[in-house]
């Protein structure tokens, strides 16, 4: 059996390094103390060995990084990458395109791995195919690490443990408003529009797709995605469909089902619009928009031109836009008796860059540098989601890599 030996050349070798999110991933490990201290290795991983060298060049800090060749169908040479790495970061997307290798080549050599995907249909097939070899080898396979969907499976957990710890219940019900501010990058879009060129919208309308068998209810009424508009209460504000939610509350799920939080667990989430008439009016249009958006783009024709107009991959968004974007997401908690926990979870910075490497780096780190501190300990593992796999010591990264991971005081 592969087994995760420390004695590996690499402990985080960095997969899709001259991607745009993934020269921001080399900048993060090449500023970041700990990688400093630790005396960790790492490497920039890639299909192209010119790429590679000139991001590396162009960042200071990552001179002393190793770089590793390897075309994503090329089984031979990913192998050998998964051998020498002891953790796997990937943002080479569209990961139904360049990923199954690297997570297959993973899972064969005992290499914990994280990514940023938000493919739900791919992530169905990965555990289908590995979660049980991964689960008995000790191996944690993490997709979502990025704004998809850390902030909305955090928030669960973190609702939980508050409910928990304040009152001895859990939470029956959990919801999220999120406020965002940033702009698309090109790799985004490729996948997005692979995924419904891939003919699989119908998964991921399934609500519960990313589930264990037996932990999906029969009944889904509850748990549809929300189309319209609505007034909340708990939020005192006008919410709408949030873009990310199909992706998000099937992570969120499976967490659920993971770690065992409450029967019938009610997990949704939003787009929070504001308060008064203006407010109603974006919820209203924005339910219209984006349900004629989502319509339309599933037609090829239709497809195929928002493709040719939308930013290309390896483009994204400026460093004025990144670094002037932010995100809020704002939970809400409910136990079965009536009682209630908030908090928040937010960030300077856009919510698919700037956090999304914050994220998904801590998460590596938490990987490499404190295995025996992660949920199940360090023989755990599976295809696992980040609030089972990473839990609170990945809450404690992001604190204090400066992200606001909040729980309001009771009233
Ligand atoms: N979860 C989130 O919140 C979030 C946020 C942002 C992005 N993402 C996802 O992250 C992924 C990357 O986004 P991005 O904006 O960085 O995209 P990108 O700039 O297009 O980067 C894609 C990467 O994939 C690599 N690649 C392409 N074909 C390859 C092949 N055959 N073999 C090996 N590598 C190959 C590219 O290498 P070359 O440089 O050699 O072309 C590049 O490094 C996308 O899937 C996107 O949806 C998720």
Sequence with gaps: MATNKPSRKYDVVLYGASGFV??????????????????????LAGRSADKLEAVQKACPGAEKAGIVVAEAHDAKAMDQLAANARVVLSTAGPFALYGSELVAVCVRNGTHYVDITGETPWVKGLIERHHKEAQRQGTRIIPF???????????????????????????????????????????????????????????MADPFLLNPEGAHP???????????????VDFSAWLGPFMMSTI??????????????????????????????????????????????????????????????????????????MDGGSFRAQWVGHSASGNMVRGMIADKGDPGNRATTKMLCESALALALQLDELPGGSKHGGLLTPASGLGDVLVQRLRRAGMTLQVDAAK
């Design 22 to 43: 993934g020269r921001q991933t080399v900048a993060y490990f090449a500023a970041h103390p700990e990688v400093k201290s630790a005396g960790l290795s790492w490497a």
């Design 218 to 232: 029969s009944d889904l009424t509850a748990h549809a995605d929300p189309l319209g508009p609505r007034h909340d």
């Design 248 to 321: 998000n509350t099937r992570v969120v799920r499976r967490s659920a089902a993971l770690l065992g939080y409450a029967p019938g667990y009610f997990y949704q989430e939003y787009l929070r619009l504001g308060r008064g008439p203006a407010a109603a009016l974006a919820a209203t249009t924005l339910s219209v928009g984006s349900f004629t958006s989502q319509a339309a783009l599933r037609v090829a024709p239709i497809r195929r031109l928002a493709q040719k107009f939308a930013p290309q991959p390896g483009a994204g968004p400026s460093v004025a836009s």
């Design 145 to 203: 690490c990025g704004f998809d969907s850390i902030p909305s499976d955090l928030s669960a957990r973190l609702a939980n443990e508050a409910m928990l710890e304040r009152y001895g219940e859990v939470c029956t019900a959990v919801k999220v408003a999120f406020s965002i501010r940033g702009g698309f990058n090109g790799g985004t879009l490729a996948s997005l529009f692979n995924m419904l060129a891939s003919g699989q919208t119908e998964a």
